[in-house]
């Protein structure tokens, strides 16, 4: 199966932490050095690594007992050249994801903590001055008294700006030279306008009217306050919405028992190496990705998968690292580790996801990128308005309106509408085993009208069966499977697996075959000796002049019986017919029944003959079907679709089926756990069953109404909060907004969108 | 009152001229690397210029504890990376056709453009 690489699913971009080393074909490589006590070991380590082949040039730092290592060579080799020399040596390591996260985690707690301190303060005096203006009145100055009583005040407050709000400052002045302007400009403006003025009432309060003498210490106090006070609680409230990664991150064993030189050691999981032996024991997370060499268990692989049961796994069955062996003890060989196993990728795709924007989002950017500006210029028209046309004290009133404009306008509520609804639905998706590529992905799932499931593999298991041996001209089943058997062998198709399982079964040794060749979506022929064989569907004989006539009830009833017949001809006659069945999955019918239940018109596709399709849709509930469609007419089935304005779904394994899943609206592809990003694929579900595509469309659903609400909401709370700031409603009902309570509005406001993107955390994705 | 209403749309005018229609310097990218800081609610330098046709490679330092900081996207392509704090980030970048491409945080607060000539 084709995996995606990390380049791919980045758009061809590709991102990585400085001094991050992959493991193998890397230009410069860094390693710890263990064991080397003397500056001769130095000499000793170099020559060591150089002698490695594809090394060019390997330098020994003793003092920080480092190694450089230049060339094209494979970590694993350095490390036991180094070992081998009589020291001990590991890949500098960019440190793991959980390591990142808790460093992530780390910084976000000093912040909060920061922000709490700073609101203390800020709220400290804020408090007691509201109460102050509450209980005894109005903040004048109309005393000498008073002005010094003010000053202190004033001079309190610019503590309180310098200390609990000099962030605010600091980045409007930077963004201001930049050119640019952003929350901290609009906190800054409206906080500094309402001290400067009130600074102004203390020193000239002669300067204006006495119905002016105002001062607003108290509102810049208590802005500041609760602008840190939103901040530290959004801070909280956003760690909540990355639970989903954290806990897959969770999943990552920490250290795995591996087998070297007939020795069992358990090491860190970052020094697994390729093709190592591993022995996990019951109960223990399965370390890395590989292939089990010796054993049997059963595995939980539902945290990857959502499958609640536990899995078999015998010698050959691939195991994933991050599942749990339940009961046996196993050894399997490492085949992917590091940043290649699945986990690695899912993790990687599900963070990719998180923080990649649905169109959705667009119109919000857009507004966001002339925000600040232009509520700026509306604070300086509100002024000037009242100025012009306002009642006495009319400068008070420009004042009061300028900074409740400037401080009630939230452009971050607007910017974290979409990001933080995606951050938890592809989260929580991805709990369910359904992993979205993108955004994109995520909002056209959430409008699909029709979807198209591919039979085999999809709605059935994909691993069919030989059911009955109907013989025509032939003298034993035997003869016939094994002719069949030995035409079939050379080819993948699941119909041509079951035949020769069939015949393995039976222990019948099959022949070989000459001139042998494939008849697209019609079937096989060969030679065995002389004998000229022919192996597939009806058109197939009819187009070779074999006669079928006598036949053709037999294989319409097995069709009808939702088997699939096949012709086999031996010498230019009919030999046998031969039917396969592909059982259906135990829930599609019930997740088919969903999906239909949720309005989406179902459409069955196969290149199975009509009758035998129509069995199976019969079966599982679906009315609608394309029948004898060849592989590569799948996309235009997708197209035809479109064509009656649906949006279309296409469902399938990702293998054969690329070109319509690329084609068709949202391409879902099913997987089997270790198959996590299938490159053709917006969404991937990781197990087999057709619920996940309900879920799917169901947690998209769920995002996209909690990104409507976010974003019909930060709209509503800016288009009607800022008018209500600069006073519209005064005219008519005397109403003016005070600047505290704007500076509450606005600090909850964000705080309000992130707790909404939250409630999803809630979501139900299974509703069988 | 005359006065103040001309100085108000004086004002006005300032803020479209200074934050709309002024374009600041643009860095131009020597040896296909260069270094942003993010600090204080903006990218240094927020305009760059790379050269069409060429891969590019982007260092981000964030100083900036806010969780704003905390993730650069380049939605033109697709790209999307979460920057550790206090510690250097590179992204490489694919060769780009001509023309302006933005780059920002998730909440369009920090903002910066590459302009590919």
Not at chain 1, 97 to 118: F, H, N, P, T
Not at chain 1, 315 to 332: A, L, M, R
Not at chain 1, 405 to 428: N, R
Request: proline share 4%; with cysteine; charged share 20%.
């Amino acid at each position: 199966m084709n995996q995606i690489t990390p380049d791919q699913q980045a758009g061809h971009a590709k991102c990585h932490q400085d001094g991050e080393q992959p493991s193998a074909n890397s230009a410069s490589q860094e390693l710890i050095i263990e064991g080397a006590s003397c500056a001769s070991c130095v000499g000793k380590i170099e020559a060591a690594l150089n002698n490695v082949s594809g090394v060019e040039k390997a330098e020994v730092n003793f003092a920080q007992r480092t190694a450089t290592v230049l060339g094209s060579v494979n970590s694993g080799d350095l490390i036991k050249a180094v070992e081998k020399a009589g020291y001990n040596a590991k890949v500098q390591e960019d440190g793991s994801e959980q390591d990142s996260l808790d460093e992530k985690e780390q910084a976000d707690w000093a912040y909060y903590k920061r922000l709490m301190r700073e609101m203390t303060i800020a709220l400290t005096l804020g408090i007691p001055l509201m109460a102050y203006s509450v209980i005894v009145g109005e903040m004048t100055v109309t005393s000498n008294t008073e002005r010094v009583v003010w000053l202190v005040i004033g001079l309190l407050t610019l503590g309180v700006m310098l200390f609990s709000g000099k962030h605010f400052f600091v980045g409007a002045w930077k963004s201001f030279t930049n050119h640019s302007a952003n929350m901290d400009t609009l906190i800054a403006l409206g906080t500094g306008t309402a001290w400067l003025y009130s600074m102004v009432v203390v020193f000239f309060p002669y300067a204006v009217p006495e119905m002016a003498r105002h001062v607003y210490f108290e509102a810049t106090a208590m802005i500041i306050g609760l602008i840190d006070l939103g901040l530290a609680l959004e801070i909280k409230a956003r760690g909540r919405t990355s639970e989903a990664i954290k806990r897959l991150i969770g999943l990552q064993a920490k250290t795995a028992r591996v087998i070297r030189d007939d020795k069992e050691i358990d090491i860190l999981i970052e020094q697994v190496l390729l093709n190592d032996k591993v022995r996990v024991r019951p109960g223990e997370r399965i370390p890395v990705d590989g292939v089990v060499l010796d054993g049997h268990t059963s595995v939980d692989e539902s945290m990857l998968t959502g499958e609640p049961m536990p899995v078999e796994k015998k010698q050959d069955d691939e195991v994933v690292g991050g599942t749990i062996n339940k009961t046996g003890s196993i050894v399997f060989k490492a085949t992917r580790v590091g940043k290649d196993t699945a986990l690695a990728q899912i993790i990687g795709m599900v963070k990719r996801a998180q923080n990649s924007k649905p169109p959705i989002g667009r119109l919000a950017d857009a507004i966001s990128a002339y925000f600040v500006p232009v509520v700026m210029i509306i604070a300086v028209v509100s002024a000037l308005t009242w100025l012009n046309l306002g009642p006495d004290p009319a400068i008070a009133f420009a004042i009061v309106s300028a900074t409740t404009v400037l401080i009630i306008a939230c452009p971050c509520a607007l910017g974290l509408a979409t990001p933080m609804s995606v951050m938890v639905g592809v989260g929580k998706a991805a709990e369910a085993g359904v992993l979205i590529r993108n955004g994109e992905a995520l909002q056209t799932s959430s409008k699909i009208t029709a979807m198209i499931l591919d039979k085999t593999g999809t709605i059935t298991l994909g691993s069919p069966k030989v059911t009955n041996i109907h013989l025509a001209h032939a003298e034993s089943e035997e003869d016939v499977l094994r002719l069949a058997a030995s035409l079939e062998a050379g080819s993948e198709h699941p119909l041509a697996v079951s035949i020769v399982e069939s015949a393995t079964e039976r222990d019948l040794s099959l022949d070989k075959v000459e001139q042998f060749s494939a008849i697209a979506g019609h079937g096989v022929e060969g030679f065995v000796g002389e004998q000229q064989l022919l192996f597939g569907n009806e058109k197939l004989m009819r187009d070779k002049n074999i006669s079928v006539d006598d036949y053709v009830d037999v294989a319409q009833k097995m069709a009808e019986e939702a088997k699939t017949p096949m012709y086999f001809a031996a010498d230019g006659k009919l030999a046998a017919i031969i039917a396969v069945a592909d059982p259906i999955k135990n829930d599609s019918i019930s997740a088919i029944k969903r999906l239909q239940k949720n309005g989406i018109r179902v459409v069955m596709l196969t290149g199975d003959n009509r009758a035998t399709a129509k069995a199976v849709a019969d079966k599982v509930g679906i009315s609608e079907f394309f029948a004898e469609v060849l592989p590569e007419q799948k996309a235009e089935k997708v197209a035809e679709l479109q064509m009656q304005n649906e949006i279309v779904g296409m469902t399938g394994d990702g293998i054969n089926d690329a070109p319509a899943l690329a084609l068709a609206n949202v391409g879902f592809a099913i997987g089997t756990g270790t198959d996590v990003a299938i490159e053709s694929a917006d969404i991937t579900l990781m197990r087999g069953s057709l619920h996940g595509l309900a879920d799917a469309i169901a947690v998209s659903k769920a995002t996209l109404r909690n990104i409507k609400q976010n974003l019909f909401g930060a709209f509503i709370y800016n288009v009607a909060g800022v008018p209500f700031a600069a006073g519209v409603l005064y005219p008519f009902f005397g109403l003016l907004l005070s600047p505290v309570i704007a500076g509450a509005a606005m600090a909850f406001s964000s705080l309000t969108v992130v707790s909404n993107a939250n409630r999803l955390r809630f979501f139900k994705a299974q509703e069988h | 009152m005359m006065i103040i209403n001309i100085l108000g749309l004086l004002l006005i005018g300032l803020i479209v001229w200074w934050f709309w229609l002024y374009k600041p310097r643009e860095v131009i990218v020597s040896e296909g690397a260069i270094t942003v800081m993010v600090e204080d609610g903006t990218y240094q330098p927020s305009r760059i210029k790379l050269a069409a046709g060429e891969p590019a490679t982007i260092r981000f330092m964030r100083k900036d504890a806010s969780p704003c900081a905390g993730t650069v996207l380049f939605s033109d392509f697709d790209v999307s990376e979460e920057l550790p704090l206090n510690q250097f980030k590179s992204i490489v970048l694919p060769a780009m056709e001509k023309g302006e491409y933005a780059f920002s945080c998730q909440m369009q607060m920090y903002r910066g453009t590459l302009l590919v000539e």
